[in-house]
């Protein structure tokens, strides 16, 4: 009688297993295929191996069929729900004509197998695009305030030159606008400002404290770059909210900002915020979207490459480019212009590299040996967005300066 | 009469287990054709499915209990698989 029932149990459970199986031959999207491999699989197994275990009838046979049994009935679940919403967002095709998630989940336009070749052409785009998608979410200075920003674009140049100082190391950013700043031999000044917000939420005791001995050690450092400053320097020193302190506000005063590619004005002291909370440094591309003005990230590497122009073919963006070039900012001859410029703007940055003596190359691909990278803005909303570092983004190893409007 | 039908189960489970086979190579090849990287990841989930049924037949044919041994393990590793693939999936998305 058992053998019988053993045997039917393992019939049903065949014959499910065979209709899954005809289900993820048969259906049009994975979705649907889905919903037959883990529904009619997870009880085709299982009513095996519940058979198997009847058919038996020993204890340990027993045991691990049923460990078995119990852990596809635990795991198939969850493993199913993954892949589901790991195939939604990474846009598997859809044949159902409503779309229940819409809205709720991000998804991908394009299916991953579709990306491939084209990825670098869309990561471009998007990189190009999301210079405006950018400019909508943040509180943007008005279009009269663009146009005046333009307007300090005019000629080359810049009348000061600021910086602002970020713990624990400060002292290459210091270099870096003490040398931009004789270049031209305009005045200098330091900015070192301890966040409010950072205090109010660190969860360590004392964090006023913390933060301005970890400034004052870095204060002491860069000390060592300033006092052999060869233009007038001056610094300051403030507590209060950075967005409104650091950036410039008056674009005819034609200050040129330096900040580093990361940090914060909590100056690296460790403030015990939990991992999942937004990070203080998350707002460091808000100051250079505040600032009036051209702001350099200045990277850590020193490459020896071209510097890159990556147009989106805005006005904007073509005459901070030509302010660049002009103002030189940096030493190099090579100029690389990718992106998509129109004729007019391709035709007078040539015209500029002529003038110049400069070396003028059109390409598609930014070099990760650029020594900089000229761009609208930066190509992320955070510094460490989905666990990618925000250069990685322009191009994967990419660590020199990026001038942004 | 017991003794018939014991040899018409061990049989029919010899049966079961080439029917089985033909499912598998139903997966396989919707692992091979695709056309996407979620449909393949379907199919390997649904042909560890049918390869843990498998174990267990092979298991009640021969009479060893080992072959549950290999279906628990199996049905392990897809587990694990499973998950790494989804989330590879969904990085891939991030990313770009």
């Known amino acids: 009688m058992l053998a019988l029932l053993a045997f039917l149990f393992k019939l049903v459970g065949v014959g499910f297993l065979c209709v899954a199986t005809i289900g993820v031959l048969r259906f049009v999207d994975p979705f649907q295929r889905m919903h037959a491999s883990t529904k009619a699989g997870t009880l085709g197994a299982g009513l095996v191996l519940v058979g198997v275990a009847i058919d038996m009838g020993q204890t340990d046979a027993v045991i691990v069929a049923g460990i078995t049994f119990l852990f596809l009935l635990a795991t198939l679940p969850v493993a199913g729900h993954l892949l589901g919403r790991a195939s939604y967002i990474s846009g598997a095709p859809l044949e159902s004509s409503e779309d229940a998630l819409e809205g709720v989940l991000p998804r991908c336009e394009v299916p991953l197998e579709a990306r491939g070749e084209a990825a670098f052409e869309r990561r471009m785009e998007s990189m190009l695009g999301g210079a405006t998608d950018h400019s909508g979410a943040a509180a943007k200075p008005d279009t009269a305030h663009r146009a005046a920003e333009a307007d300090a674009f005019a000629k080359p140049g810049y009348d000061a030159v600021r910086f602002a100082i970020f713990g624990p190391d400060a002292k290459a950013i210091a270099r870096r606008a003490e040398t931009l700043a004789h270049a031209r031999s305009v005045p200098l000044s330091g900015i070192a400002v301890i966040d409010e917000d950072c205090i109010a939420r660190a969860k360590v005791p004392d964090p006023g404290e913390v933060i301005r001995s970890a400034l004052a050690r870095t204060l002491a450092e860069t000390q060592g770059v300033t006092a052999e400053s060869r233009v007038p320097f001056s610094l300051t020193y403030e507590e209060g909210d950075p967005l409104a302190l650091i950036p410039a506000c008056d674009a005819q005063a034609r200050e040129l900002l330096l900040l580093p590619c990361e940090g914060w004005c909590d100056h690296g002291a460790d403030l015990g915020l939990p991992a999942g909370e937004s990070q203080p440094g998350d707002k460091l591309f808000a100051l250079a979207e505040r600032h009036a003005g051209a702001t350099l990230f200045v990277g850590t590497a020193q490459a020896s490459g071209p510097v890159a122009i990556l147009h989106d073919g805005s006005d904007a963006l073509h005459s901070l480019a030509l302010w660049a070039l002009g103002s030189r900012l940096w030493d190099a001859k090579d100029i690389l212009l990718t992106g998509r410029p129109n004729a007019e703007q391709t035709e007078a940055i040539a015209a500029f590299a002529e003038e110049n003596a400069l070396e003028l190359t059109l390409s598609d691909v930014v070099p990760a040996s650029a020594c900089a990278v000229i761009m609208s803005a930066p190509p992320a909303r955070q510094v460490h967005e989905a666990g990618e570092f925000w250069q990685d983004r322009i191009v994967p190893g990419f660590r020199a300066d990026v001038l942004v409007g | ?96």
């Open chain 2, 1 to 96: 009469m017991f003794e018939s039908i014991d040899a018409f189960v061990t049989g029919a489970s010899v049966v079961m287990l080439v029917i089985l086979v033909i499912a598998l190579v139903g997966a396989a090849v919707r692992m091979i054709v695709g056309p996407g990287y979620a449909d393949r990841f379907v199919a390997l989930d649904m042909l560890t499915g049918i390869a843990v049924a498998a174990c267990a037949l092979t298991a009640a044919v021969t009479l060893r209990r080992e072959f549950l041994d290999v279906g628990l393990g199996v049905a392990l590793i897809a587990f694990l698989a499973t998950v790494a693939l989804a989330s590879f999936l969904e990085k891939k998305e991030r990313k770009s």
